[in-house]
């Protein structure tokens, strides 16, 4: 059983910067891929970034890719999100999710473990 906790959002401007956390305990995390997901209200959860078990892939959204960088500190069991160049549109709530047995990384059904998610918005 992995427990998953996510910290860093809050409000910001358009074009600003937040650094998401997710801390995890329970079980160590460099045996598991690791993904970030969003949620805004009255859509669907969409995949934001995913990375291997080593942190040597990284895959992002279309909508993200240039502007968001994930990245894990096994020895700290912990995974990141840097969104730079904010925009409204990334008004969401975010999550983090382990997942073991990754396919694409993409879809929400292949991941095990979520967090209870950080707001995120971001004013025009």
């Known amino acids: 059983q992995v427990q998953l906790v996510e910290s860093g959002g809050g409000v910001v401007q358009a074009g600003g910067s937040l650094r998401l956390s997710c801390a995890a305990s329970?079980?160590?995390?460099?045996?598991?891929?690791m993904g970030w997901f969003r949620q805004a209200p009255g859509k669907e959860r969409e995949f934001a970034a995913a990375?291997?078990?080593?942190?040597?892939?990284?895959y992002y959204a279309d909508s993200v890719k240039g502007r968001f960088t994930i990245s894990r500190d096994n020895a700290k069991n912990t995974v990141y999100l840097q969104m730079n160049n904010l925009k409204p549109e990334d008004t969401a709530v975010y999550y983090c999710?382990?997942?073991?047995?990754?396919?694409?990384?993409?879809?929400?059904?292949?991941?095990?473990?979520w967090g209870q998610g950080t707001q995120v918005t971001v004013s025009s």
């Open positions: 329970g079980r160590t995390l460099r045996t598991y891929a």
């Open positions: 999710a382990a997942g073991s047995g990754l396919t694409t990384g993409k879809s929400p059904v292949e991941y095990n473990y």
């Open positions: 990375i291997s078990r080593s942190g040597g892939n990284t």
